[in-house]
């Protein structure tokens, strides 16, 4: 990579990895939060965590589509605004309905297709996949991160001052796309951003396996968030602000068990290997949790492979399907990947929610290992393409 197209990447993948702090951030206390408001249920609480894909996943590729008629710094920066109101408007919120509104008007900041087209405009060919992954890894640190800031921050500021916070960060992005991201000449056309959302060659059976599996990651991460904060305070006995004590040491862990993984895939070719093996312990993770959540030890070291797999996911999902799509049709196919994205976490945390209120905890495992499982069988037929001079 020149640097600049180092700097380029890498000042996008920090934006995108900010709005995605915006949905992890709250996810590791939020369910204890909302337990105190009046009229709070499993339900809600699972609305107001995957709220945010929703609106998200319905504005991806419109938004995709007008950053090529208005610019893409114009549209990020109109999105970035629309996502610090909804965080504004969370954080004055009283109770879940007008946290539900806030994140929903978050989610609809979805400038995600115009990152994605950005970095097309702003990469060589041969070095798309490299930024593509960086905005996997940024996603994944995100999520890591959030776990072990977001009970210190609760500690101290409450989720009012996490909202607050988040819409302060997302004013410091506008800053950062106007003045520090370079500006790139425009190459990818709007059929590649969504245009042309009906395009049979975005809809591929290799393409659709991989658009599955970044959905079930998603779905599985915000459901398992609806139980695993209460787990920790009620069976392991761990405080709130302590729970970061697990994290930290759990994440950290896991990156340094998953790294070797990606490496070998990509550049050992054994990215059939780890891919399945990843869906496996992703599925055995689940039932495990289903059958010894309340057991500290058991939870602890269950979150562990949890975060292992989660880790190898996000690095190798985006970069399969930037290696699987058609050269002209991959902004494309990474707007339909974001849509997908966002759907499994609004599907995760509705569905979660509502098995944890209508059926139990264990519920919310059950149903993961089941989406797990017809993963496994989809994975079983990705067929990782060939990479040049191979």
Same mark, same amino acid.
């Given at each position: 990579?020149?640097?600049?197209?180092?700097?380029?990447?890498?000042?996008?993948?920090?934006?995108?990895?900010?709005?995605?702090?915006?949905?992890?951030?709250?996810?590791?206390?939020?369910?204890?939060?909302?337990?105190?408001?009046?009229?709070?249920?499993?339900?809600?609480?699972?609305?107001?965590?995957?709220?945010?894909?929703?609106?998200?996943?319905?504005?991806?590729?419109?938004?995709?589509?007008?950053?090529?008629? /208005?610019?893409?710094?114009?549209?990020?920066?109109?999105?970035?605004?629309? /996502?610090?109101?909804?965080?504004?408007?969370?954080?004055?919120?009283?109770?879940?309905?007008?946290?539900?509104?806030?994140?929903?008007?978050?989610?609809?900041?979805?400038?995600? +297709?115009?990152?994605?087209?950005?970095?097309?405009?702003?990469?060589?060919?041969?070095?798309?996949?490299?930024?593509?992954?960086?905005?996997?890894?940024?996603?994944?640190?995100?999520?890591?991160? @959030?776990?072990?800031?977001?009970? +210190?921050?609760?500690?101290?500021?409450?989720?009012?001052?996490?909202?607050?916070?988040?819409?302060?960060?997302?004013?410091?992005?506008?800053?950062?796309?106007?003045?520090?991201?370079?500006?790139?000449?425009?190459?990818?056309?709007?059929?590649?951003?969504?245009?042309?959302?009906?395009?049979?060659?975005?809809?591929?059976?290799?393409?659709?396996?991989?658009?599955?599996?970044?959905?079930?990651?998603?779905?599985?991460?915000?459901?398992?968030?609806?139980?695993?904060?209460?787990?920790?305070?009620?069976?392991?006995?761990?405080?709130?602000?302590?729970?970061?004590?697990?994290?930290?040491?759990?994440?950290?862990?896991?990156?340094?068990?998953?790294?070797?993984?990606?490496?070998?895939?990509? @550049?050992?070719?054994?990215?059939?290997?780890?891919?399945?093996?990843?869906?496996?312990?992703?599925?055995?993770?689940?039932?495990?949790?289903?059958?010894?959540?309340?057991?500290?030890?058991?939870?602890?070291?269950?979150?562990?492979? /949890?975060?292992?797999?989660?880790?190898?996911?996000?690095?190798?999902?985006? @970069?399969?399907?930037?290696?699987?799509?058609?050269? +002209?049709?991959?902004?494309?196919?990474?707007?339909?990947?974001?849509?997908?994205?966002?759907?499994?976490?609004?599907?995760?945390?509705?569905?979660?929610?509502?098995?944890?209120?209508?059926?139990? @905890?264990?519920?919310?495992?059950?149903?993961?290992?089941?989406?797990?499982?017809?993963?496994?069988?989809?994975?079983?037929?990705?067929?990782?393409?060939?990479?040049?001079?191979?």
């Amino acid at each position: 990579m020149s640097a600049q197209e180092r700097r380029s990447s890498m000042t996008l993948a920090s934006i995108y990895g900010l709005r995605m702090l915006g949905l992890f951030l709250i996810l590791p206390v939020f369910a204890i939060y909302a337990g105190r408001l009046p009229g709070s249920n499993h339900f809600l609480v699972g609305l107001a965590l995957g709220i945010y894909g929703f609106t998200q996943a319905l504005l991806q590729i419109p938004f995709g589509i007008a950053s090529d008629r /208005f610019g893409r710094k114009p549209v990020m920066m109109f999105g970035l605004a629309v /996502f610090a109101i909804g965080s504004f408007i969370a954080g004055i919120a009283h109770g879940l309905d007008g946290i539900i509104v806030g994140r929903a008007i978050q989610g609809a900041g979805a400038i995600s +297709a115009a990152i994605s087209a950005m970095i097309a405009d702003s990469t060589r060919d041969e070095n798309r996949t490299k930024a593509m992954a960086m905005v996997g890894m940024t996603i994944g640190t995100s999520f890591i991160v @959030s776990l072990i800031l977001g009970p +210190a921050l609760y500690h101290w500021i409450g989720i009012p001052g996490m909202f607050a916070l988040t819409g302060v960060l997302a004013v410091a992005a506008i800053a950062v796309v106007k003045w520090v991201v370079p500006d790139a000449p425009m190459r990818a056309p709007a059929e590649e951003v969504g245009a042309a959302a009906s395009h049979d060659s975005v809809f591929t059976p290799a393409l659709l396996r991989l658009h599955f599996s970044i959905f079930v990651v998603n779905f599985t991460q915000v459901a398992m968030f609806v139980v695993i904060p209460l787990a920790l305070l009620h069976y392991a006995r761990i405080p709130v602000e302590h729970h970061w004590m697990v994290y930290l040491p759990v994440t950290v862990g896991s990156f340094v068990v998953a790294i070797p993984g990606i490496i070998w895939a990509e @550049s050992r070719g054994h990215m059939r290997a780890v891919f399945r093996g990843a869906v496996a312990l992703l599925a055995l993770t689940m039932l495990g949790l289903a059958a010894a959540y309340t057991r500290p030890a058991l939870l602890i070291a269950l979150l562990f492979l /949890f975060f292992a797999a989660f880790n190898v996911m996000e690095a190798l999902i985006p @970069s399969l399907v930037s290696r699987t799509a058609p050269p +002209a049709r991959k902004g494309l196919a990474m707007g339909v990947y974001n849509t997908a994205q966002s759907l499994g976490l609004f599907a995760g945390g509705a569905a979660g929610g509502w098995i944890a209120k209508a059926w139990s @905890s264990e519920g919310v495992f059950l149903a993961c290992a089941a989406l797990a499982l017809v993963w496994l069988v989809v994975a079983w037929f990705i067929q990782p393409p060939v990479r040049h001079g191979h």
